[in-house]
């Protein structure tokens, strides 16, 4: 899904950027609670009731392993 990231701090904290999002089905908090326990952790929010992965914080080796890992989940 199309949404967007925001850049941090410094000179630019409230700056956002297109990107994008994988949502990863299953009822929302228990998805994300059971993300949070893998090692290493997965970082993702809620967002309208959906758990999104935004792609705006991964490298390339980040989806290979986290496509891994969702296969573990299922």
Sequence with gaps: VETSARV???????????STAAVVPGPANETASRLRLLAPAVATRIHDGKVL???????????DELIGMAADLG
């Design 8 to 18: 941090g701090g410094g000179a630019l904290p409230a700056h956002r950027l297109a």
């Design 53 to 63: 992965i935004d792609a705006a914080a991964l490298s390339e080796r980040d989806v």
